[in-house]
């Protein structure tokens, strides 16, 4: 399975931005749809953004479109979020997720095989 490392999380006021890494190794991340969740103490892990294993396409939940932005360097094996305008809502433990290539993004945690340790997020109003 391949190996996942985020970083980039920490502690910003509302309208700021952060940019999350993460870092693939074992294998070759381009093999891989890639999503990145986010999690708040008792509730379900949900999917933030998602890349398919080419970068041809992405997928956003309504309340991030327009202000994070998912990318892929495969040379470097590395994906990323791009966060900008925060709000108090987007504090969670942010997750990068990595599940079977496809021409499509899966929602759903359970469809994705390895998983990083997630970053700690958080937004201050």
């Known amino acids: 399975q391949v190996q996942l490392v985020e970083s980039g999380g920490g502690s910003v006021q509302a309208g700021g931005s952060l940019r999350l890494s993460c870092a693939a190794s074992r294998r070759t991340v381009s093999n891989y749809n890639v999503g990145w969740f986010r999690q708040t103490p008792g509730k379900e892990r949900e999917l933030v953004a998602g890349i398919t294993w080419t970068g041809g396409r992405t997928d956003y939940r309504d309340s991030v479109k327009g202000r994070f932005i998912i990318s892929r360097d495969n040379a470097k094996n590395m994906v990323y979020l791009q966060m900008n305008t925060l709000k108090p809502e987007d504090t969670a433990v942010y997750f990068c997720?990595?599940?079977?290539?496809?021409?499509?993004?899966?929602?759903?945690?359970?469809?994705?095989?390895?998983w990083g340790q997630g970053t700690q997020v958080t937004v201050s109003s």
């Open positions: 997720a990595a599940g079977t290539k496809g021409i499509a993004v899966s929602p759903y945690a359970g469809q994705y095989e390895s």
